[in-house]
């Protein structure tokens, strides 16, 4: 074992270590070679080699959402660190544990016209937990455990991304048999968030209201103990709203927000308004529950998370500080009865929607939406499912998905840039099967992620391809819009057999609706490589499908 002759490199690469960090992907460059050689050169690292600095930051990004725990990324100097920021966005938004390690040249070579250097310190201010610029030279050692110790433990602590900065003078390649520095490592911390403050102004609230809403956004799996599910879920006077990223399901839960609301008029809308509506979990997909609780606002909205607390419908009125389940045991056994028909009426109404859904859906022509319906219901059991953004997310919030399968989609900034990475990251490390559905423009914007030598042979990616962005003919007067072809929809005649043959995945096409169910059936089978099944759908009656249904339903 051999270890880089900078102490910088030994500093970073050693606290790393004490703290569990130890996947690391890395960016091929010289600037950084003292710490591709600090994590290579030691077997208690797993490291990665991806080339693509935007596909590696999403790939880590996977990685962290699977392992619960930060994963670094490494690059050289310049430009390379600002492809990660996109995956360092999502994280922030997504409270993803990521560790961004910059190389740099020391400061007396900034801004002097050398190549490959830009200013570094700093460069993600806005959407970073912290940023840790430390200084080359021994004078500076003690000063910079303490900025790693720090930026370390804020990702783990408060899991999202942090950035550290580590300047390095030539020689880079330089390596030692023993290293130098022994970096003080200080532990992060396990704070536990009780809940201290007095509840007894919101039991109050609770108890009165008849009509109380409690909306779930996007949770990992698991992560909400399912006898305080149970107890929502048996109260008459509750009604409960979930997506498919909530990944929390119950037979008493209302999981196709859009389905039913969407037909509504003001009447509806009046009786569905709760008094009191309590929401936890990250971002909310559905756009229609957010156009509806900002018109019909409830008189209370609580919210219940650690870190923050977004006012999505105006009428935010308190922040309780700690997880959901520390809330529910401090609060719900407290809770008293009131009589209530306000979950079995909404239930009487879902069971009049889904049953207009199984009529629509058998008798739908070959669309998107008929696509999305058999492969929702043909997906393995016990799989992890990867979602990309913008129709497919959608479309994912319309049809039932098996409790059996996890459910993960970057809605933290909801962009297409990374899904496919952040798939195959994931896929990378669970140790589960995954399936990835996306779009076409979201598949070919991120198809340098299938340049990846680390892709698990049981990977598969679904590509609905309808020949350009189709969610753009759905929204109202886009399709009005002068060259809207060209600079909305984005037109093309793309595939992604090319693809496949470069990166070898085994590539299944599907053209005619007759052989859609026998071909999936198939393209799940065990194979020796992953492998990518294109769905070509007609372009042109997808807005149409899928707006009619919403009129069938009502």
């Not at 797993?46 to 790939?59: G, H």
């Not at 880079?172 to 048999?177: D, K, V």
């Not at 290293?179 to 704070?191: D, E, F, G, I, L």
Request: glycine share 6%; net charge negative; aromatic share 12%.
């Amino acid at each position: 074992m051999k270890f880089s002759d900078k102490p910088l490199s030994q500093t970073v690469t050693q606290l790393c270590l004490a703290k569990g960090i130890d996947h690391i992907v890395i960016s091929p460059g010289s600037r950084n070679a003292p710490l591709t050689l600090g994590f290579t050169e030691h077997p208690g690292f797993t490291c990665y080699s991806i080339v693509d600095e935007r596909c590696a930051a999403f790939v880590a990004l996977g990685m962290a959402q699977q392992l619960k725990r930060p994963v670094a990324v490494v690059c050289t100097s310049g430009s390379a660190l600002l492809n990660y920021y996109p995956a360092i966005a999502e994280a922030f938004y997504s409270d993803i544990p990521l560790v961004v390690l910059s190389a740099d040249r020391p400061a007396a070579l900034l801004e002097i016209g050398d190549g490959q250097t830009i200013r570094q310190e700093n460069v993600f201010a806005n959407h970073i937990l912290y940023s840790a610029n430390c200084e080359e030279g021994t004078e500076h050692q003690i000063a910079n455990e303490t900025l790693i110790n720090v930026a370390l433990n804020t990702a783990i602590e408060l899991q999202g991304p942090v950035h550290i900065n580590v300047p390095f003078s030539e020689p880079l390649y330089h390596t030692s048999e023993v290293p130098s520095v022994r970096p003080q490592h200080v532990p992060a911390r396990n704070p536990k968030r009780p809940v201290t403050e007095d509840l007894s102004a919101y039991l109050k609230r609770w108890n009165k209201a008849e009509r109380k809403m409690v909306l779930l956004g996007a949770l990992p799996p698991h992560s909400v103990e399912h006898k305080w599910l149970d107890a929502l879920a048996n109260d008459p006077s509750v009604v409960v709203f979930t997506e498919a990223t909530s990944n929390a399901q119950h037979p008493a839960f209302f999981p196709s927000i859009d389905q039913l609301i969407a037909p509504l008029d003001a009447k509806g809308f009046e009786a569905l308004r709760p008094d009191v509506l309590l929401t936890f979990g990250g971002m909310i997909v559905s756009k229609k529950v957010k156009a509806f609780l900002r018109n019909y606002q409830p008189d209370h909205h609580w919210h219940v998370d650690p870190k923050r607390a977004y006012d999505t419908y105006f009428t935010l009125d308190h922040h309780f500080k700690t997880t959901a389940n520390s809330f529910f045991p401090a609060f719900l056994p407290k809770t008293q009865p009131v009589t209530s028909d306000y979950r079995t009426h909404w239930h009487s109404i879902q069971q009049h929607r889904l049953a207009k859904h199984a009529e629509y859906t058998d008798s739908v022509p070959f669309s998107d939406f008929k696509v999305f319906s058999t492969l929702f219901r043909l997906l393995p059991k016990d799989i992890h499912l990867q979602l990309s953004n913008s129709a497919t997310i959608r479309y994912a919030q319309l049809f039932d998905i098996h409790s059996s399968i996890e459910v993960y989609c970057n809605r933290g900034t909801s962009g297409i840039d990374g899904s496919t990475s952040t798939a195959i990251g994931a896929a990378m490390v669970s140790g589960v099967a995954t399936v990835y559905v996306t779009g076409d423009l979201s598949f070919f914007y991120d198809s340098n992620a299938l340049w990846n030598q680390y892709i698990p042979k049981d990977f598969k990616i679904i590509v609905v391809n309808n020949g350009g962005g189709g969610i753009f003919r759905i929204l109202p007067g886009a399709k009005d819009a002068e060259n809207f072809g060209t600079f909305f929809e984005t037109k093309h005649t793309l595939t992604a057999k090319p693809l496949c043959e470069l990166f070898g995945f085994e590539y299944t096409a599907v053209k005619d609706p007759a052989d859609l169910e026998g071909t999936m059936g198939s393209f799940f089978k065990a194979s020796e490589r992953p492998g990518l099944l294109e769905i070509f759908t007609p372009s042109e009656v997808n807005d149409s499908v899928l707006l009619d249904y919403f009129k069938y339903i009502k």
